[in-house]
């Protein structure tokens, strides 16, 4: 009776296949075209210019190289906590 | 299941030039405002939720070592508890605070307001009375007796249903008025998620499947709820947490979107492992055991990307209580999925089902994933929503500390003792009790490390409320980081 599970195959394959009709969706709509600025969109104007305090001089000099010079944070309230 | 991707030219024509300007941060601000109802409600009624769900937890533990506490009343007996604290944790904390989690990303990512945002407050509303019909059924003795599937399908599900469909309906639509054309891989995670925990959710609450059939339906569903819900909006909010606070893109975008397709097409074959050892089909076990070992492209992929995200940045989380908490949570979901790839082989399984060992399993993904996250998220997110800092690092500190400290306990412990436990179950000379034995004294140090937790919930509750209803220390200008303090250490760091 249970040697195929009928309805656990259709479930599987409705919760399986669309992703996969999807992906082809997004291919052919150039989703994953971009991926440089898809993983840059989500900062904010200057956000990357920010100097770090964690940061070590090697690291503060690519952000500089990749986003030009480095800004102080303009607020001042988090300073209080260094 | 994701977005369905427009073709229209005036969107495409704008969204264009969106991915080139960035965003002001007075313009995220006001995205951030535009859902401030429901993000609001929703982690209060989380945080009420995840306080019930720790005594119901404690009161389950401690029932370990003392079997015959509080068992007078019916409704405050292991057997009512257990599953009331399970649907507690999964469907009242982690679930609002994922509502929550969503309805504040998607403005963000699509840059748009959140639209319907007073049909998502009452989504969460529904929701949550579904969920409070559904407990007190289940303490007073009404269940479906399925795990993860307890709450009354008459009474509750419908409300859980219909409150879930208005949350993701506001989610959808605030996709669906996006100004952006390439959708971050975080968008993916969350907009999917809807539609699976719908669609999941409705086809194992049918009520017509009988014998093994209702237990291979039951565990489709579980292990979907874990995989296609829980795990996914948390990856999706880690994805979008640890860039954002080390100040640098994601490692590589592209791995990031093999975790998230390979998840999308393969996860779905994986329930069956919940079963093995049980009267099924080999084929749906064996088909199943291999998609469970499959899993390790996209564990691996996601865990190497997040990892050199931060590699050489992890000083940064003495800043950051964020992204100290969604670090451990990144690495917690490595992990948790490779002891569940190991779990998931039979001759492991052999030992290890029926144990403590699931039990640690479970809150390894549960509690050091998926609440780690919820709880970085909300670090960062209140903050932002209510416009005021959080009120003391030194309460952040204990929480942190006690909670994190208190899971691995918690973790080390049930792992050992059910290794224990199962090698003695398996011994042939041994009896029944040789394995209660092996385990109580782990089973102790579960409880304490239960109190343990507790304290730190009390801590972040109380944390919460003083940031939400009183002006300590409240910062009413609106800074970029909020994060950008060392709350785990006091000495500026060289
Ligand atoms: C104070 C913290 C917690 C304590 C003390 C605790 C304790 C427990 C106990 C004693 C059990 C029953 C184990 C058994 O039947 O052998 C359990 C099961 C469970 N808990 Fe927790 N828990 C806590 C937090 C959480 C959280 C935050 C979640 C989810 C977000 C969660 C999800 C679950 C689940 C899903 C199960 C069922 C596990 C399974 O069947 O494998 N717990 N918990
Ligand atoms: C590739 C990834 C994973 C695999 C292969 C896997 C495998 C397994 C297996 C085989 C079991 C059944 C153990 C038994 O009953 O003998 C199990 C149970 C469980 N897993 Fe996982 N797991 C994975 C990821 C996760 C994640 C990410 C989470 C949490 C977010 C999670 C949470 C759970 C829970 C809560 C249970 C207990 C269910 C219950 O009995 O109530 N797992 N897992």
Redesign the interface.
């Known amino acids: 009776m249970f040697a195929n599970s009928f309805v656990l195959i259709v479930l599987t394959l409705v919760i399986g296949l669309p992703p996969l009709v999807f992906l082809f969706i997004a291919l052919a709509a150039g989703q994953l075209d971009d991926a440089g600025s898809t993983a840059e969109s989500i900062f904010e104007a200057g956000e990357l210019r920010y100097s770090r305090p964690w940061e070590t001089q090697k690291q503060s000099q690519e952000r500089v190289q990749h986003y030009g010079s480095l800004v102080s944070n303009p607020r001042w309230e988090w300073e209080r906590w260094l | 299941?994701?977005?369905?991707?427009t073709?229209n030219p005036a969107q495409e024509e704008s969204t264009v030039d969106?991915?080139?300007i960035?965003?002001?941060?007075e313009e995220?601000e006001a995205y951030d405002q535009s859902g401030r109802k429901p993000v609001l409600l929703g982690f209060f009624i989380a945080v009420v939720w995840l306080l019930i769900g720790t005594v119901l937890g404690d009161l389950s533990s401690f029932k370990f070592d003392r079997p015959d506490l509080l068992t007078e009343q019916a409704y405050l007996t292991f057997g009512r508890i257990r599953p009331a604290h399970l649907n507690v944790m999964v469907y009242g904390w982690a679930s609002t605070a994922m509502f929550s989690v969503s309805l504040w990303l998607m403005p963000?990512?699509c840059r748009t307001p959140l639209r319907w945002g007073n049909l998502a407050v009452i989504g969460i509303l529904v929701w949550t009375v579904g969920l409070g019909v559904g407990i007190a059924l289940l303490l007073a003795g009404h269940g479906d007796g399925l795990e993860w599937l307890e709450l009354d399908r008459q009474w509750a599900d419908p409300l859980l249903v219909i409150g879930a469909a208005m949350v993701g309906a506001s989610v959808w639509k605030t996709l669906a008025a996006r100004n952006?054309?390439?959708?971050?891989?975080s968008i993916w995670y969350v907009a999917?998620s809807y539609p699976?925990f719908l669609?999941?959710f409705l086809?194992g609450n049918m009520p017509f499947?009988k014998?093994?059939?209702s237990a291979?339906?039951n565990w489709?569903y579980a292990h979907?709820a874990l995989g296609?819900w829980l795990t996914t909006i948390n990856l999706g909010l880690i994805y979008?947490l640890l860039?954002?606070i080390i100040?640098?893109?994601?490692y590589s975008?592209?791995l990031s979107?093999v975790g998230f397709?390979g998840l999308?097409?393969?996860?779905?074959?994986n329930g069956m492992h919940h079963l093995i050892g049980g009267p099924?089909?080999s084929w749906?076990i064996a088909t199943s055991i291999t998609a469970s070992i499959m899993m390790i492209v996209p564990v691996v992929a996601v865990g190497i990307n997040q990892h050199m995200t931060v590699v050489?940045?992890f000083?940064?989380m003495?800043?950051s209580p964020a992204l100290t908490l969604a670090v451990i949570a990144a690495m917690s979901y490595t992990a948790v999925s490779l002891q569940g790839i190991l779990t998931a082989l039979v001759s492991v399984n052999r030992i290890t089902h029926f144990t403590h060992w699931t039990i640690a399993h479970s809150h390894l993904g549960l509690y050091m994933f998926v609440t780690l996250s919820l709880f970085g998220g909300m670090y960062y997110i209140l903050p932002r929503v209510l416009k005021k800092?959080w009120p003391s690092?030194r309460l952040v500190r204990a929480h942190i500390l006690l909670v994190g400290g208190g899971m691995v306990l918690y973790i080390v412990a049930l792992g050992i003792g059910g290794v224990l436990q199962g090698l003695s179950l398996l011994a042939p000379g041994e009896g029944f009790e040789a394995s209660v034995s092996s385990a109580k004294p782990w089973l102790l140090l579960r409880s304490v490390s239960a109190v343990i937790i507790s304290a730190g919930h009390l801590v972040f509750a109380y944390h919460a409320y003083l940031l939400a209803f009183t002006s300590r220390n409240s910062?009413t200008?609106?800074?970029?980081?909020?994060e950008?303090?060392?709350?785990l250490v006091k000495k500026?760091?060289p």
């Open positions: 299941m994701s977005t369905p991707v073709s969106h991915s080139k960035k965003v002001s941060p995220m963000r990512l952006v054309h390439h959708l971050y891989v999917a699976w669609i999941i086809a499947y014998g093994v059939e291979a339906v489709f979907n296609l979008y860039p954002k100040g640098r893109p994601i975008y592209w979107l397709w999308a097409l393969f996860y779905a074959l099924l089909p749906m050489g940045r000083g940064a003495r800043y800092e690092r910062l200008r609106h800074p970029p980081f909020y950008l303090k060392p709350v500026r760091v």
